[in-house]
C-alpha cells in the first residue's frame, strides 16, 4: 500500500506561483496513476489535475487548464503540480492521490489512495 504526503503548499498573492510536491513510500511509484484534487470551505472535494503510471496522459478541469501542470518523476517517487498566474479562488486545501496504472485518464479517474493535504492560500 502506497503512503502519499504532499509538501509545498502556503501563502502566495494573486498572479503568483507554488510548486506542490507529492511524496510516495510503501510502494512503486510507477505502479500507479496519480492526481490532484482541492477542496475549498464549505465546497465538495473538486478534481484538478491527473497523470498516468507512465506521464504520457494527463487532464485538467477547465477552471486550472493553461495554468497548472501535472509531472512526475517515478525515479525520485514524485508527483508534482505546478501552478502559475494563481487566483483567490484556487484556495483550498489541494491532495495527492493515487490508483490504478490506467494507460490514460480523465477526470472521473478513480484512486484508491489519499494523502492529508496541504494547504494553499492565494491573497487578492
Known amino acids: 500500500q502506497v503512503q502519499l504526503v504532499e509538501s509545498g503548499g502556503g501563502l502566495v498573492q494573486a498572479g503568483g506561483s507554488l510548486r506542490l510536491s507529492c511524496a510516495a513510500s510503501?510502494?512503486?511509484?510507477?505502479?500507479?496513476?496519480s492526481g490532484w484534487f482541492r477542496q475549498a470551505p464549505g465546497k465538495e472535494r473538486e478534481f484538478v489535475a491527473a497523470?498516468?503510471?507512465?506521464?504520457?496522459?494527463?487532464a485538467y478541469a477547465d477552471s486550472v487548464k493553461g495554468r497548472f501542470t501535472i509531472s512526475r518523476d517515478n525515479a525520485k517517487r514524485t508527483v508534482y503540480l505546478q501552478m502559475n498566474s494563481l487566483r483567490p479562488e484556487d484556495t483550498a486545501v489541494y491532495y495527492c492521490?493515487?490508483?490504478?496504472?490506467?494507460?490514460?485518464?480523465?477526470?472521473?479517474?478513480?484512486?484508491?489512495?489519499w494523502g492529508q493535504g496541504t494547504q494553499v492560500t492565494v491573497s487578492s
Open positions: 497523470i498516468n503510471w507512465s506521464g504520457s496522459s494527463t
Open positions: 492521490a493515487a490508483g490504478p496504472p490506467y494507460s490514460s485518464v480523465s477526470y472521473n479517474t478513480r484512486f484508491d489512495y
Open positions: 510503501g510502494g512503486i511509484l510507477s505502479n500507479y496513476g
